[in-house]
């Protein structure tokens, strides 16, 4: 481990010029406030930067709404070692006619080194309103002009969410992104906030091993004229005969062949599963990569289903995450306070905050054994498989009695529900681009 973190992510502001419904900002539990990070409380990192191989200049809001912007990366880039980037990402409504160019000068002129522009498959349904791409296209050729002119180089490139109902359209937005020439498109699942939202969610939170032993297990019971989906039914009975009873035997070979293999089952889960969806989902996926391939794009996608390898980027990365307000926190995941929705049920994320930089450096926060003790234990990836847990989501996980303690292995780190550790979730600076 590093003496010093070697990715920031710094939070410029939480202020937003869109109030996007699918954010946890606009949820009745986000408790982040609104505001932007004092430029003397920025300052107070210049030691870090010394050592930052990634900078990452926004959280939960608009970068582009901080008034010191420019200024905050030109202090980053002027003590950054040499190699290391700095970026953001950013809606581009804000570089308009209006302002748009000098605002892309500042920033280049500053040494802004990658920008990520939010788009979406679905324009309307997500309050960036409709023309969005259009405003992403103009805001490309204002940073790319900027470039030129300040005689840099600039890494370009597009974020999308996906969701049902408008997925389908990720191959055109590969031809979009390329036709533009950026370097990169990056394409994560949502979050759901609140129920009316998990319709459209598209990540399967069970692992690919699971999905794959029950799809093998459940060919074997068609042969034999069973359905596993009734298996609950059939353990219901006082005394299970006929076809119950062979179900249950059935189930009882799957599950033991699944301990064999190291392997957790969410029965109910696996056997509603939409398997149908699934292969058009990869058939898809496989077709953007095709097209991306062809384009010479840089093209991040995200699994389909949890990972079986349970790893965080962030721990990798050696990432430290900075509030507004100059809270420490380890990860995306535990930076603020809000609900948002897993597994079908509402989980209460209680923030993880190891101090703050306004009274001790974060180097000392960094070394300090509370912090030291959670990089241990995540970067360990000994943590259940939450989403093949067929036990639903325990009290801890859903933090519903407090702040998290511990799993039900005794680990003392919320990473097995986790959406970034289960390939649920991307973002800038958590894999390299």
Known sequence: MSDFPQTLFIESTTRCNLACPMCVKNQPGWQGGAGDMDYALFQRLG???????????????????????????????????????????????????????????????????????????????????????????RATALLRQAAKRAGRSLR???????????????????DWAAGLGLDFLLATHMLPAGREQEALALFHPCSGAALEHFAHWRAVA??????????????????????????????????????????????????????????????????????????????????????????????????AFIDWQGNVSPCHFLWHAYDCRIFGETKRVHPQHFGNISQTPLEELWRGQPWSNFRTAAASGEYPACGDCDLGMCSDACGAAGAFEQDCLGIS?????????????????????
């Not at 040499?82 to 920033?107: I, K, S, Y």
């Open 222 to 319: 068609t042969e034999r004229g069973l359905d596993l989906s009734r298996v609950p039914q059939a353990a219901m009975r006082f005394r299970p005969a006929g076809r119950d009873a062979d179900l249950l035997t059935l189930a009882g070979e799957m599950r033991e062949s699944a301990q064999r293999e190291g392997l957790w089952l969410n029965l109910g889960r696996l056997a509603c599963t939409d398997y149908g969806e699934l292969e058009e989902l990869q058939a898809l996926f496989a077709e953007a990569r095709r097209r991306a391939e062809a384009a010479g794009l840089d093209l991040r996608l995200p699994g389909l289903s949890a990972s079986s390898e349970q790893r965080c980027s962030f721990i990798r990365d050696e990432a």
């Open 156 to 174: 370009l490139g597009a974020e999308t969410v996906l969701m049902r109902g408008g997925v389908e359209a990720l191959p055109a937005q590969v």
């Open 413 to 433: 780190v919320p990473c097995g529900h986790c959406p970034w550790s289960v390939g649920q979730l991307m973002c800038l600076g958590s894999e390299p681009l």
């Open 47 to 137: 030691p870090a930067f010394a050592h930052a191989r990634a900078v990452v200049l926004n959280g939960m809001g608009e970068p582009l709404m901080h008034p010191d912007l420019p200024r905050m990366v030109a202090f980053a880039k002027a003590r950054m070692p040499e190699g290391g980037w700095c970026g953001l990402q950013t809606n581009a409504l804000l570089l308009d006619e209006a302002r748009g160019e000098a605002v892309a000068n500042q920033l280049l002129r500053a040494g802004l080194d990658l920008t990520c522009i939010s788009v979406d498959p679905d324009e309307a349904s997500m309050g960036h309103g409709p023309g969005q791409s259009g405003l992403a296209a």
